[in-house]
């Protein structure tokens, strides 16, 4: 199993690497209009996001509008002792190259006070229809999330070129209620049972 997320996450990996920068900001701009307008936005006051990194879908638009939308917006930062917690950011200039050279947040703000009605986008290199993930190896959202899953609604955001067959997935991974592409928006019919993957989705 680990050997093929080895394999996997090294060719997801490459093959959104070849996108190119005007593919990346228009896409990534798609995303997040579609995510603007849809409830699970519009009814959330707290955004769990992250700072994109390399060929990632761009965030830097998205966590700026979060911002002006009048909501709280909750950025990861990865810890001396390797957990991953989310801290409140009022402003951009906030963020500072940390971690593997991704920007987080500084020694200003505050770790997130956790309240309803919260979402998180959740990235990752690779996505299937029956809202699996494979994330990077690391493991740190699959261990944030065991804490917090209850008080979370997870929408991952990816190219379509992310979205493939099957994903290999552990009893530990966590399935998503929303992964949301340039092209679609897939909604899990159950989103309250998040490790049952037998779990079917529909488009919104």
């Given at each position: 199993?680990?050997?093929?997320?080895?394999?996997?996450?090294k060719?997801m990996?490459?093959?959104?690497?070849?996108?190119s920068?005007d593919?990346?900001?228009?896409w990534?701009d798609r995303i997040?209009?579609?995510?603007?307008?849809?409830?699970m936005?519009l009814?959330?006051?707290c955004?769990?996001?992250y700072?994109?990194?390399?060929?990632?879908?761009?965030t830097?638009?998205?966590?700026?509008?979060i911002?002006?939308?009048?909501?709280?917006?909750?950025v990861?930062k990865?810890l001396?002792d390797?957990?991953?917690?989310?801290?409140?950011?009022?402003d951009?200039?906030?963020?500072?190259?940390g971690?593997?050279?991704?920007?987080?947040?500084?020694?200003?703000?505050?770790?997130?006070?956790?309240?309803e009605?919260?979402l998180?986008?959740?990235?990752?290199l690779?996505?299937?229809?029956k809202?699996g993930?494979?994330?990077?190896?690391?493991g740190?959202?699959?261990?944030?999330?065991?804490k917090?899953?209850?008080q979370l609604k997870l929408?991952?955001v990816?190219?379509?070129?992310q979205v493939i067959?099957?994903?290999p997935r552990d009893?530990?991974?966590f399935l998503?209620e929303?992964?949301?592409?340039e092209?679609?928006?897939?909604?899990?019919?159950v989103?309250?049972?998040i490790?049952?993957s037998?779990?079917?989705?529909k488009k919104?």
């Amino acid at each position: 199993m680990e050997i093929n997320k080895r394999k996997l996450r090294k060719t997801m990996s490459c093959l959104r690497d070849e996108l190119s920068e005007d593919q990346i900001q228009e896409w990534s701009d798609r995303i997040f209009e579609c995510i603007r307008k849809h409830p699970m936005y519009l009814d959330a006051a707290c955004i769990f996001s992250y700072v994109s990194f390399r060929s990632e879908v761009y965030t830097w638009n998205f966590n700026r509008q979060i911002l002006k939308d009048g909501k709280i917006l909750a950025v990861p930062k990865v810890l001396e002792d390797g957990k991953m917690k989310f801290f409140q950011v009022d402003d951009l200039s906030q963020l500072k190259k940390g971690y593997m050279g991704i920007f987080e947040p500084d020694a200003s703000c505050p770790e997130i006070d956790f309240r309803e009605k919260a979402l998180m986008i959740v990235p990752g290199l690779a996505f299937d229809r029956k809202f699996g993930r494979l994330g990077y190896g690391g493991g740190y959202y699959d261990r944030y999330m065991e804490k917090h899953s209850d008080q979370l609604k997870l929408c991952a955001v990816a190219f379509g070129c992310q979205v493939i067959s099957e994903v290999p997935r552990d009893m530990h991974d966590f399935l998503m209620e929303y992964i949301v592409t340039e092209n679609e928006c897939l909604e899990r019919m159950v989103p309250n049972d998040i490790r049952d993957s037998g779990n079917s989705g529909k488009k919104s």
